[in-house]
């Protein structure tokens, strides 16, 4: 079956520049998710899309925004990085396609970024 | 203020033998629960879910309690093997606010052969 495609799977940028990170969510999955997980940490939420519309904001930066496009993927932006954006982000998509109904979330495998 | 609490950071069982994670939660607005598995550098893998109308869901090794008064869930793995080795997740949506997700610190289980 599908999964959640997340690229790219490893980044790494110096302090200051901007990264791009993209998410293509499992098949006639309308809902995406983005977490970040730092070292040790359990994931926290970042932000969400229902179709194509924010639907939730949790402790996201203002440097980071996002969105979500017409063919439902997604795309997190992250300008001016900082050391401490160094984690594991994690896109989750959810939708009613495989009978879960939409609570249940599928990740991808995650993009690792780096800040040098 | 963690509102998902998974107190144990790490278990150790053999294989063949039951595996019990724990997860206390404290905000009673939760009303769907869900555990997932993670291998390093990995996503996330959905193992089972229970809505806070249930108070057990089974899926073939995997069982889930809720205990909605006690604000406690349980999952329980029979018979643990080896390849069930990995960090398991615990984690709560509240419907109310678009379904995402809060998540324990996790539990590192180790199955030895």
């Known amino acids: 079956a599908a999964g959640v495609i997340q690229s790219p799977r490893h980044l790494i940028k110096e302090k200051r520049e901007t990264a791009t990170l993209k998410c293509y969510p499992i098949p006639r999955h309308d809902t995406v998710y983005w977490y970040q997980q730092g070292p040790g940490q359990d994931p926290q939420f970042l932000i969400s899309f229902y179709e194509k519309m924010q639907s939730d904001k949790g402790s996201i930066p203002d440097r980071f925004s996002a969105q979500q496009f017409s063919d439902y993927h997604s795309e997190l932006n992250m300008s001016s990085l900082e050391l401490g954006d160094s984690a594991l982000y994690f896109c989750?998509?959810?939708?009613?396609?495989?009978?879960?109904?939409?609570?249940?979330?599928?990740f991808g495998p995650g993009t690792r970024l780096t800040v040098l | 203020d963690q509102q998902v609490k998974q107190n144990s950071p790490s278990l150790s069982v053999q294989e063949g033998r039951i595996s019990i994670l724990n997860c206390d939660y404290t905000n009673s607005m939760f009303d769907y629960f869900l555990w997932y598995k993670k291998y390093p550098a990995e996503g996330p893998t959905f193992l089972i879910s229970i809505s806070s109308i249930k108070d057990k869901n089974e899926d073939g090794r995997f069982t889930v309690f809720l205990n909605k008064s006690a604000k406690h869930l349980s999952l329980h793995i029979v018979p643990s093997q080896p390849g069930d080795s990995a960090v398991y997740f615990c984690?709560?949506?509240?419907?109310?606010?678009?379904?995402?997700?809060?998540f324990g610190k996790g539990t590192l289980l180790t199955v030895n052969p």
């Open positions: 984690a709560a949506s509240d419907g109310g606010s678009n379904y995402k997700l809060t």
């Open positions: 989750a998509s959810s939708g009613e396609s495989t009978g879960m109904g939409t609570d249940t979330q599928y």
